[in-house]
């Protein structure tokens, strides 16, 4: 419902083509994300994995599942696995834009 609400308040703001909407929530959840994840390992050492899981599925996970690659991303980069977090990031990006060109592919009959 949130991420609708800036959806639909921001297309009615500013008339454009260009994305800004999903744009806007996908930095504002990945600022949340980092702010919460940031707050938790100061204050709850202890809880970082099962509150980041809680946060990131439960919570931001409906506003924008950006906030969670985001994070994913920098957990990777942080524990020194930077081939895995550059293999994530290009598989992320180029598999999902690839599923779904080929999904558009099938519903339309073969013409995208």
């Known amino acids: 419902m949130a991420r609708y609400g800036v959806s639909v308040g921001l297309a009615r703001l500013l008339s454009s083509s260009f994305p800004i909407a999903t744009l806007a ?8 994300m980092g702010v919460l994840v940031g707050l938790l ?32 991303t920098i957990v990777l980069i942080e524990r020194g696995a930077l081939v895995q977090a550059m293999l994530y990031v290009v598989l992320s990006v180029v598999v999902c834009l690839a599923g779904l060109y080929l999904g558009l592919l099938f519903t339309r009959g073969g013409a995208a």
């Open 25 to 32: 929530v996908n930095i504002a959840g990945s600022l949340l």
């Open 41 to 72: 390992a100061r204050f709850l050492p202890g809880w970082q994995d099962e509150a980041r899981l809680f946060i990131a599925v439960g919570m931001l996970g409906g506003f924008t599942t950006f906030s969670s690659f985001s994070l994913d």
